[in-house]
């Protein structure tokens, strides 16, 4: 089964609508998302509204740390200008965009690969994977050979 695995795409619809169309060129049978549709770009709502119809369809959708920090205000160890984002972006989401936000869960599996956020040794504290150490404890904890964590904003 081809995946076509999508991560980090903070408000930013004109990406999320190329990277969408290029998975669908590509013949991907399912979609995983690996969280932080908000925050930072101008379109928090419609990426939000993208990811649920994806759901719709049959997609996975694991909650992210910016996803999480609507809700948790100040709870997440963010800067000054990622705060002043997030009320920006609070702003404009509805009750049912944060429902299903709230909804999401950290953790997913399908078949033979296991999926995370930031990593799967301690997904709510969306720590980093910052090298080959970090990757390795989350497959130590993963009972599947395939493991995919977001979060890293670079390949």
Same mark, same amino acid.
């Given at each position: 089964?081809?995946?076509?695995?999508?991560?980090?795409?903070?408000?930013?619809?004109?990406?999320?609508?190329? %990277?969408?169309?290029?998975? *669908? =060129?590509?013949?991907? #049978?399912?979609? /995983?998302? !690996?969280?932080?549709?908000? $925050?930072?770009?101008?379109?928090?709502?419609? %990426?939000?509204?993208?990811? *649920? =119809?994806?759901?719709? #369809?049959?997609? /996975?959708? !694991?909650?992210?740390?910016? $996803?999480?920090?609507?809700?948790?205000?100040?709870?997440?160890?963010?800067?000054?200008?990622?705060?002043?984002?997030?009320?920006?972006?609070?702003?404009?989401?509805?009750?049912?965009?944060?429902?299903?936000?709230?909804?999401?869960?950290?953790?997913?599996?399908?078949?033979?690969?296991?999926?995370?956020?930031?990593?799967?040794?301690?997904?709510?504290?969306?720590?980093?994977?910052?090298?080959?150490?970090?990757?390795?404890?989350?497959?130590?904890?993963?009972?599947?050979?395939?493991?995919?964590?977001?979060?890293?904003?670079?390949?």
């Amino acid at each position: 089964m081809k995946l076509a695995i999508l991560s980090d795409l903070h408000a930013n619809r004109q990406a999320t609508e190329a %990277v969408w169309e290029h998975a *669908q =060129q590509q013949g991907c #049978e399912r979609t /995983i998302l !690996l969280g932080d549709y908000v $925050d930072y770009g101008a379109d928090p709502a419609w %990426v939000l509204d993208f990811v *649920q =119809q994806r759901v719709r #369809e049959g997609a /996975i959708a !694991l909650k992210g740390n910016h $996803d999480d920090a609507i809700r948790h205000e100040g709870s997440h160890n963010m800067g000054d200008h990622v705060q002043a984002s997030l009320v920006w972006t609070r702003q404009q989401l509805s009750a049912a965009h944060v429902a299903f936000i709230e909804s999401l869960p950290l953790v997913a599996e399908l078949e033979d690969c296991q999926f995370a956020h930031a990593n799967l040794h301690a997904p709510s504290q969306w720590a980093y994977l910052d090298g080959r150490m970090e990757a390795v404890r989350s497959m130590q904890v993963s009972a599947h050979p395939f493991v995919f964590c977001g979060h890293m904003h670079q390949p």
